[in-house]
């Protein structure tokens, strides 16, 4: 069969050679091929050779394309950060961007090069703008695997607004770049986010699959980059799992992930070989392995809980952006002529616990417009009494927060997800002691402030040596756990027999980001052209603005998120009352319904 044929023996009518059905045994040969040649144990090498012959492995293996899109790819937070929208941004409309910073096969050269591919991309993209966010079977999920109740209104709108269509644009630069835009609500915007950019990964490795092809030769169809990546696996999970380390790992995958079905065998295979693993943010994931695991006659909870951990999810910078955006003049009261302080970014989290609970386990995500000013912001901010009656009489079992705490007395756990680790973290726990001695100097302080040192997590790992370095770090600073995704998927070289003899062949993958970088309420207008993203990178590597204004505005803006960056001297009861005011517009008040 040619490699441009769409009729291959095995493959349904709608499928081409590049995208056809898993051959089961072929994965399990060149998985494990692919495993010896990554230089994966032979331990190891056989687990994942037990994985893909056993009977889960070949049912994950088995579903069909069609199977594998009826669902979202969406993250555990995205249950929490919808709740606080159906509770509190009723009247909110919101812009998603999805920017593809870095890739192999950029889109516009997919258009360009392989148009009936691009077609596909889009259809699959509509597609996506019809599959039903909830139902019974992912509120099952979510409960059971992340203890999470569904509130009527929130399935109600996820009924009601779905998810957001995709709009492509094309940019007016140097490469003529294609940016996607989802707009709806913050819940339908938000729901495009992670299964678009995964669609695009999958898209942009078929792209690079069908030129090899077509220009060389090279046939390397779904069988064979799937086993590719799982011998890949293999190997990244033996390296860990040779390192010597106390540190929790949690997979961060799904919008990373080169393929749906390689998401599912990875999810399955760590979480029975991978050392310290505690769970995966894949509500995708844990859908279809929850389900494979019933249909294999395992019935309680507990027991698919044992098989495959839970489901993991902190905060998101999401919700930080588009309170911002949505209430910038609040940072600006609360800073005055100084420069604006980071009220948003308190209140975003006082809104996460007041609408999801866990203070016990409360975290911040403190880089959406840099650590060290939220630091600073939080440190002289008080909790608002408002919120500490919300949560003693909405969640009278949690921790209760004490009238007087400061805005960082809340924090059990500091999320970490950009800049230089070790630095963010030592500024992090030296605040912490700065703050139990402020507590001795006033005779000891109140029952219930912190006294046992914040946890933190590591969500912004390159490799495997980088979670080495990690783990050796000193135990002040060292991480209790770490999460990636980008470590656990990719390719080693390919074998590709050409007419020239045995070549070694490379795929790539693709960077691929989706923001909010718009928000707008009717009664809310903003000083501020965009939503945005500084993080804690000096040099704004992660800063995200929207494409779409022009180059002066953006500048504008990314002055704006430099001022939102700068750590200065905040008045403390100023910066507390803006807090309270703005906790009590948006709950009380409503103002965002």
């Not at 961060?252 to 769970?279: M, P, V």
């Not at 994931?285 to 309680?300: C, I, M, Q, T, W």
């Amino acid at each position: 069969m040619s490699c441009d044929g769409v009729d291959d023996r095995g493959c349904d009518a709608w499928e081409t050679w590049d995208y056809c059905g898993l051959d089961i045994n072929r994965l399990r040969l060149r998985a494990v091929h692919y495993a010896h040649a990554a230089g994966a144990s032979v331990e190891i090498t056989e687990a994942l050779r037990a994985m893909l012959d056993s009977k889960m492995g070949r049912k994950i293996a088995s579903l069909s394309q069609q199977q594998l899109f009826t669902e979202l790819i969406n993250d555990a937070y995205k249950p929490k950060m919808h709740k606080i929208y159906s509770s509190f941004l009723r009247g909110a409309k919101v812009d998603f961007a999805l920017n593809v910073r870095k890739s192999p096969f950029g889109l516009k050269r997919i258009e360009q090069e392989d148009p009936d591919l691009y077609k596909q991309m889009n259809q699959s993209m509509a597609d996506v703008a019809r599959i039903q966010p909830l139902n019974d079977s992912i509120e099952e999920v979510l409960k059971t695997f992340y203890s999470f109740d569904t509130p009527k209104i929130m399935r109600q709108r996820a009924d009601e607004h779905g998810v957001a269509e995709v709009k492509w644009m094309d940019m007016d630069n140097s490469d003529g770049s294609h940016i996607g835009i989802a707009s709806g609500t913050a819940e339908a915007a938000s729901n495009a986010e992670t299964t678009m950019t995964q669609l695009v990964q999958e898209y942009t490795l078929r792209a690079q699959v069908r030129v090899l092809c077509k220009k060389r030769g090279i046939r390397i169809d779904r069988t064979e980059h799937v086993a590719n990546s799982l011998g890949h696996l293999a190997a990244v999970v033996d390296q860990l799992n040779s390192l010597d380390h106390p540190l929790k790992i949690a997979l961060f995958a799904g919008r990373r992930s080169s393929d749906r079905a390689y998401l599912l065998l990875q999810t399955w295979f760590c979480a029975h070989n991978l050392k310290n693993y505690i769970g995966s943010s894949s509500i995708f994931a844990f859908s279809h392995l929850s389900r494979a695991l019933e249909e294999e006659g395992v019935h309680k909870p507990a027991d698919r809980i044992e098989e495959m951990g839970r489901l993991i999810g902190t905060h998101a910078h999401e919700v930080m952006s588009i309170m911002q955006h949505l209430m910038s003049n609040y940072d600006d009261e609360a800073g005055g002529k100084d420069g604006p302080v980071q009220i948003c970014s308190l209140l975003a989290h006082l809104l996460f616990l007041r609408a999801n609970g866990g203070t016990e386990y409360a975290t911040a995500l403190s880089d959406t417009f840099g650590s060290h000013s939220f630091v600073a912001a939080a440190m002289v901010t008080q909790v608002p009494d408002e919120f500490i009656q919300d949560i003693q009489e909405l969640y009278p079992n949690d921790r209760q927060i004490q009238k007087g705490a400061m805005m960082f007395d809340v924090f059990k756990t500091w999320r970490l997800d950009s800049g230089d680790y070790c630095k963010v973290a030592e500024m992090v726990v030296s605040a912490w002691e700065d703050r139990c001695q402020q507590l001795d100097r006033q005779g000891g302080g109140a029952e219930g402030l912190p006294r046992q040192r914040p946890a933190l997590m590591h969500s912004n790992l390159k490799d495997v040596q980088h979670v080495q370095e990690v783990a050796n770090l000193p135990e002040r600073i060292r991480p209790t756990v770490v999460a990636f995704g980008g470590v656990a998927d990719g390719f080693v070289p390919f074998d590709a027999q050409t007419e020239d003899g045995k070549q070694e062949v490379e795929l790539q993958m693709a960077s691929v980001v989706m923001k909010a970088v718009q928000a707008r309420h009717p009664k809310m207008p903003s000083d501020q052209d965009c939503a945005g993203k500084h993080g804690d990178d000096d040099n704004l590597v992660k800063a995200q603005v929207d494409p779409r204004l022009p180059e002066k505005a953006q500048e504008t803006f990314k002055r704006r998120l430099a001022d939102l960056f700068k750590t200065r001297k905040i008045d403390a009861d100023r910066a507390s009352s803006v807090l309270a005011k703005a906790y009590h517009d948006v709950t009380r008040r409503q103002i965002l319904n």
